[in-house]
C-alpha cells in the first residue's frame, strides 16, 4: 500500500495564493505519475496537474499560467503552488499517485477561495 498526506489547505482571497504539498510513503517501487485533482459536490473529481516519472506535465485549462506542480522523486513528494486564485478554484484537493497500474488518494485537503 502507498499513503498519501496532504497538507497546505485553507481559506484565502481571490487573488492570493497557497502552496499544498503531498508526501508519499509505503510500498514504494517506481511511482509512474503524481498530481492533484479536486472535486466540488455535485461534480466528478477533475484533473488539476499531473507531472510523470518522464517529466511530462499536464494542467487542465483553467489553471494553466497560474499553478504550478513540482515533484521530488527522491523525496516522493509533489507540491501545487497556486496564484491568483479565483473563487472556481474553490473544492477539495487530492494527492495521486500511480504506480504500476495502481491508483492511490490522498485524503484531501480543502481549498476555499473568497470573492
Known amino acids: 500500500q502507498v499513503q498519501l498526506v496532504e497538507s497546505g489547505g485553507g481559506l484565502v482571497q481571490a487573488g492570493g495564493s497557497l502552496t499544498l504539498s503531498c508526501a508519499a510513503s509505503?510500498?514504494?517501487?517506481?511511482?509512474?505519475?503524481m498530481g492533484w485533482y479536486r472535486q466540488v459536490p455535485g461534480k466528478q473529481r477533475e484533473l488539476v496537474a499531473r507531472q510523470t516519472s518522464g517529466g511530462r506535465l499536464n494542467y487542465t485549462d483553467s489553471v494553466e499560467g497560474r499553478f504550478t506542480i513540482s515533484r521530488d522523486s527522491a523525496k516522493n513528494t509533489v507540491t501545487l503552488q497556486m496564484s491568483s486564485l479565483k473563487p472556481e478554484d474553490t473544492g477539495v484537493y487530492y494527492c495521486?499517485?500511480?504506480?504500476?497500474?495502481?491508483?492511490?488518494w490522498g485524503q484531501g485537503t480543502q481549498v476555499t477561495v473568497s470573492s
Open positions: 509505503g510500498r514504494i517501487f517506481r511511482i509512474n505519475a
Open positions: 495521486n499517485v500511480e504506480q504500476f497500474g495502481m491508483t492511490y
